[in-house]
Structure formats: structure tokens, C-alpha cells
Nanobody
């Protein structure tokens, strides 16, 4: 059984910063890509940022220059540093990872429970 547990969401004023964390635990052989997605009310879930096992990153155009994704492979943890937050960043943020386990023996998709980020004055 694999779990992704997120933390770090909350309420912040425009221009402020937050750091999200997501730790994977359980019977893990290896983790491929880890990423953060978000979903605002009435909108589809969108990819915010992703990082490969080798550290290659990519970002949605809307967050480039403001958000930074990183990972600690030793801790099976991915982070999202969010700076200069805007009201349009308000959403539920989900952690996602492709993880090899002894059960599946392929890189299956796992999701966290989501954490609310609200940017408002």
C-alpha cells in the first residue's frame, strides 16, 4: 500500500509565499515523475509543475518564475515553493507520482488527498 501525504496549504495574501510538501510512503521500489496539479472550483485539474527522477523540471506557463518544484529522493518527498502568489492560484493542490511497487511492477499512478491553497486579501 502506497500513500502520498501532503502538507503546507493555507490562506495567504497576494504576493505571499507557501511551501507544499508531499511524502510518499509504503512498499516503494522506485518513483518516476512526481508532480503537482491543481483544481479550482468549476475548472478541470491542471498540471502545475513536474520533476523527473533525474531532476528535470517543467512548469505551466502561468507559474513560471514564481513556483519551484524540487524533490528529495532519499525521503521520497516532493516540494512546491510558491512565491508571489496571486488570487488566481487559489485551488486544491494535488500531489501525483508514478511509483513502482512490488504489487504492480509497473509505474502506477498515485494521488494525494489534496491541500487547499487560498490567496486572498
Amino acid at each position: 500500500q502506497v500513500q502520498l501525504v501532503e502538507s503546507g496549504g493555507g490562506l495567504v495574501q497576494p504576493g505571499g509565499s507557501l511551501r507544499l510538501s508531499c511524502a510518499a510512503s509504503g512498499s516503494i521500489i522506485s518513483i518516476n515523475t512526481m508532480d503537482w496539479c491543481r483544481q479550482a472550483p468549476g475548472q478541470e485539474r491542471e498540471l502545475v509543475a513536474a520533476v523527473s527522477s533525474g531532476g528535470i523540471t517543467n512548469y505551466a506557463n502561468s507559474v513560471k518564475g514564481r513556483f519551484t518544484i524540487s524533490r528529495d529522493n532519499a525521503k521520497n518527498t516532493v516540494y512546491l515553493q510558491m512565491n508571489n502568489l496571486k488570487p488566481e492560484d487559489t485551488a486544491v493542490y494535488y500531489c501525483h507520482a508514478k511509483i513502482f511497487t512490488p504489487v504492480t511492477m509497473y509505474a502506477a499512478d498515485y494521488w494525494g488527498q489534496g491541500t487547499q491553497v487560498t490567496v486572498s486579501s
